[in-house]
C-alpha cells in the first residue's frame, strides 16, 4: 500500500523542532497555531489525502462524504502533524491541543497487575470476539504504521471486565476495565529469538485502563514484547518467564483513564522503524501521549505484515463485558510498502483477552490508494 508523504505538511506549517518557538505554551502562539491547523485541516478535508494510518475514522466519513466541522479538521490535521513530529529521543511524552511540542513526562518502571494474554484456542470456545476470533488487516507488504478507533455506534452504557476460566479468571476486573490493543501477527521468527527451535516474535501496543495500584485509576501508554516458544531455559536478562514464552514491558506512561461511553473519543496508533524507533501514540479529544522504544528489541519493522485492533478485557484473559444491545465499529488503518490494498483476515486474531460481542461482516476502503479494513461488533 502507498504510504502518504507528509513532508509537505511538516513544512506548509513550519512545525519542524529546529522551527518552534521556546514560548510555544503562549496563548497567542497557541491561537495561531489553531487557525493554520483549521485552514490547512480544511485544505486537507477538501483534497481527501491519505491519511489512513493517520486518522482512519475521520478519512472513512470523508470518503463517505460527510464533512468534517472545521474544529474536527483542524484536530485531524493536528494529529497527523503530530504522529510525524519525532520525540526528542526515546521515553514517554505527552503534547495538548494545539500545541505541536512534545513535553517529556515520567516513564514509570513499575510491574503491571496483570498481563495481557496471547491466544490459546480450544474447538468449543464460544465465538465471542478476541482469543482468536477477529478481523486482521493484512497488508501485502510491511506495514510502518497502524491506528485504529473503535467508534460506538449505539447503545454502548456500560462495561466491565470479567474473568476467564480458560485464563485462570486473572486480569484487570470490574467496571469501566478494559484495554484497547493494536497488535502484530504472531508467526515469524527474527534475531531476537536467538537461534531458539520454534520461537516467535510478537509485539502488543497497548493502552489499558486503572493500569496501576498507584495512584488510582490511572490508565498506561505502553509496549509489550513477547518471544513466544522461547522455551525451558532461560529468558534473556530483564526478560519474564511465562510458561514456555519470555515477555518484557516498555516504560509505562501515566494516561487518562476514559469510561467506556468515551471510547469513540480516543485513537491508537502504533509505528516501526527499522534501525529506528518503535512508537505508540494515544490520542484522546485533546491530548496526545505517547511512548517510544527501540525496535532491536524484536525487529518487529522486518516482519509485521498483520494488524488487529480491538477493545477486549483488561489483560489477564479476561473478557470486556459490554450491555445488551451495545454495538461499535472498528476502523484500522496501514501504511505499508505495497502498492496493495489489504485485505480482511478472519480468525487471524492474536490477544487472549476478548469481548461479548459477535462480528458482523468486514470490508476494505480506500482513498488514494490507500486504505484499512472496517467491520461492526454487537449483541
Given at each position: 500500500?502507498?504510504?502518504?508523504?507528509?513532508?509537505?505538511?511538516?513544512?506548509?506549517?513550519?512545525?519542524?523542532?529546529?522551527?518552534?518557538?521556546?514560548?510555544?505554551?503562549?496563548?497567542?502562539?497557541?491561537?495561531?497555531?489553531?487557525?493554520?491547523?483549521?485552514?490547512?485541516?480544511?485544505?486537507?478535508?477538501?483534497?481527501?489525502?491519505?491519511?489512513?494510518?493517520?486518522?482512519?475514522?475521520?478519512?472513512?466519513?470523508?470518503?463517505?462524504?460527510?464533512?468534517?466541522?472545521?474544529?474536527?479538521?483542524?484536530?485531524?490535521?493536528?494529529?497527523?502533524?503530530?504522529?510525524?513530529?519525532?520525540?526528542?529521543?526515546?521515553?514517554?511524552?505527552?503534547?495538548?491541543?494545539?500545541?505541536?511540542?512534545?513535553?517529556?513526562?515520567?516513564?514509570?518502571?513499575?510491574?503491571?497487575?496483570?498481563?495481557?494474554?496471547?491466544?490459546?484456542?480450544?474447538?468449543?470456545?464460544?465465538?465471542?470476539?478476541?482469543?482468536?476470533?477477529?478481523?486482521?488487516?493484512?497488508?501485502?507488504g510491511l506495514i510502518t504504521s497502524a491506528a485504529g478507533i473503535v467508534s460506538i455506534v449505539k447503545d454502548v452504557t456500560s462495561e466491565k471486565s470479567v474473568g476467564v476460566a480458560a485464563f485462570g479468571g486473572g486480569g484487570i476486573l470490574?467496571?469501566?476495565?478494559?484495554?484497547?490493543?493494536?497488535?502484530?501477527?504472531?508467526?515469524?521468527?527474527?534475531?531476537?529469538?536467538?537461534?531458539?527451535?520454534?520461537?516467535?516474535?510478537?509485539?502488543?501496543?497497548?493502552?489499558?485502563?486503572?493500569?496501576?495500584?498507584?495512584?488510582?485509576?490511572?490508565?498506561?501508554?505502553?509496549?509489550?514484547?513477547?518471544?513466544?516458544?522461547?522455551?525451558?531455559?532461560?529468558?534473556?536478562?530483564?526478560?519474564?518467564?511465562?510458561?514456555?514464552?519470555?515477555?518484557?514491558?516498555?516504560?509505562?506512561?501515566?494516561?487518562?483513564?476514559?469510561?467506556?461511553?468515551?471510547?469513540?473519543?480516543?485513537?491508537?496508533?502504533?509505528?516501526?522503524?527499522?534501525?529506528?524507533?518503535?512508537?505508540?501514540?494515544?490520542?484522546?479529544?485533546?491530548?496526545?501521549?505517547?511512548?517510544?522504544?527501540?525496535?532491536?528489541?524484536?525487529?518487529?519493522?522486518?516482519?509485521?505484515?498483520?494488524?488487529?485492533?480491538?477493545?477486549?478485557?483488561?489483560?489477564?484473559?479476561?473478557?470486556?463485558?459490554?450491555?445488551?444491545?451495545?454495538?461499535?465499529?472498528?476502523?484500522?488503518?496501514?501504511?505499508?510498502?505495497?502498492?496493495?490494498?489489504?485485505?480482511?483476515?478472519?480468525?487471524?486474531?492474536?490477544?487472549?483477552?476478548?469481548?461479548?460481542?459477535?462480528?458482523?461482516?468486514?470490508?476494505?476502503?480506500?482513498?488514494?490508494?490507500?486504505?484499512?479494513?472496517?467491520?461492526?461488533?454487537?449483541?
Open positions: 500500500m502507498k504510504t502518504f508523504k507528509h513532508a509537505h505538511v511538516a513544512n506548509q506549517l513550519a512545525f519542524s523542532s529546529s522551527t518552534q518557538p521556546t514560548q510555544t505554551g503562549s496563548a497567542s502562539f497557541c491561537s495561531s497555531i489553531k487557525r493554520i491547523l483549521i485552514a490547512a485541516g480544511l485544505a486537507a478535508a477538501v483534497a481527501a489525502p491519505a491519511w489512513s494510518a493517520d486518522l482512519p475514522d475521520a478519512v472513512v466519513r470523508q470518503s463517505a462524504g460527510i464533512k468534517l466541522s472545521p474544529d474536527a479538521a483542524a484536530r485531524a490535521q493536528w494529529k497527523t502533524v503530530m504522529k510525524h513530529n519525532d520525540t526528542p529521543g526515546e521515553g514517554c511524552f505527552h503534547a495538548a491541543y494545539p500545541s505541536t511540542s512534545w513535553e517529556k513526562v515520567e516513564c514509570k518502571p513499575l510491574e503491571p497487575r496483570a498481563h495481557t494474554e496471547h491466544r490459546h484456542r480450544t474447538a468449543d470456545e464460544p465465538e465471542v470476539v478476541g482469543n482468536g476470533n477477529d478481523y486482521v488487516a493484512f497488508a501485502k470490574g467496571a469501566n476495565e478494559y484495554s484497547l490493543q493494536l497488535n502484530t501477527n504472531d508467526l515469524e521468527t527474527t534475531s531476537a529469538c536467538a537461534g531458539h527451535s520454534g520461537c516467535r516474535v510478537w509485539q502488543q501496543f497497548v493502552y489499558a485502563t486503572d493500569y496501576f495500584i498507584s495512584p488510582a485509576h490511572t490508565a498506561g501508554l505502553f509496549i509489550q514484547y513477547w518471544l513466544l516458544d522461547w522455551g525451558s531455559s532461560n529468558c534473556p536478562s530483564g526478560w519474564n518467564k511465562y510458561g514456555s514464552d519470555c515477555w518484557r514491558n516498555s516504560g509505562y506512561a501515566e494516561v487518562p483513564d476514559f469510561g467506556i461511553t468515551e471510547v469513540g473519543d480516543v485513537e491508537l496508533s502504533a509505528s516501526a522503524t527499522a534501525g529506528g524507533k518503535d512508537t505508540i501514540l494515544l490520542f484522546g479529544p485533546s491530548d496526545t501521549y505517547t511512548v517510544t522504544g527501540n525496535d532491536s528489541v524484536l525487529d518487529i519493522s522486518s516482519v509485521w505484515n498483520k494488524a488487529e485492533f480491538n477493545v477486549v478485557g483488561d489483560a489477564g484473559g479476561s473478557e470486556a463485558v459490554f450491555n445488551k444491545g451495545a454495538e461499535t465499529r472498528v476502523t484500522i488503518g496501514l501504511s505499508d510498502k505495497s502498492t496493495a490494498m489489504p485485505t480482511c483476515l478472519a480468525n487471524a486474531g492474536t490477544t487472549g483477552e476478548t469481548n461479548n460481542l459477535n462480528l458482523g461482516s468486514c470490508s476494505t476502503w480506500t482513498i488514494d490508494g490507500t486504505g484499512g479494513i472496517q467491520f461492526t461488533e454487537s449483541n
